[in-house]
């Protein structure tokens, strides 16, 4: 994927947050982005639900539509939202990205193309961390998706 963690931007946008509000967030873990590229990505997402982000409307979101992009962990995180189905928690996801030693790790890891259930083992059982494999499969598909 040429932007790593575009789901996390797409998840910041789709929870109507002001581009400066995504610079800011983007700026606090770390992840530059341009601001062009940022707002290619608001118009493209108010161009397929365009009733969403219309502000006289005040629709809420489809659970369908945030299915279909793939955020809802994070989505949810950021809106209170909830969906019917039970969601793994990003917190740890989060953890990790905080974390500079196992950030380094698992985005090497990640290159190499190993697979999360084996970066979760060699994390546990190498540096005797606590991350669960969700924990890790959330970093990876939010912050740094190297797969797509």
């Not at 873990?29 to 005040?58: C, G, Q, V």
């Not at 992009?69 to 989060?94: R, W």
């Not at 196992?102 to 290159?111: E, H």
Request: charged share 30%.
């Amino acid at each position: 994927m040429l932007i790593p963690h575009i789901k996390f931007i797409e998840a910041l946008v789709a929870s109507k947050m002001s581009i400066t509000g995504i610079k800011e967030k983007l700026d606090a873990y770390d992840l530059p982005f341009p601001e062009e590229a940022i707002l290619i990505i608001i118009n493209t997402l108010k161009s397929e639900n365009p009733d969403y982000f219309d502000e006289s409307k005040r629709m809420p979101a489809d659970p369908d539509w945030i299915r279909e992009l793939d955020i809802t962990e994070m989505f949810c995180h950021f809106t209170g939202f909830s969906f019917p189905e039970k969601l793994d928690s990003i917190d740890g996801a989060f953890k990790l990205l905080n974390d500079p030693l196992m950030y380094r790790l698992i985005t090497s890891m990640a290159l190499c193309l190993i697979t999360d259930e084996d970066i979760e083992l060699i994390i546990n059982g190498k540096f005797n961390m606590e991350y669960s494999a969700e924990d890790v499969k959330l970093f990876l598909k939010y912050f740094f998706n190297v797969q797509d």
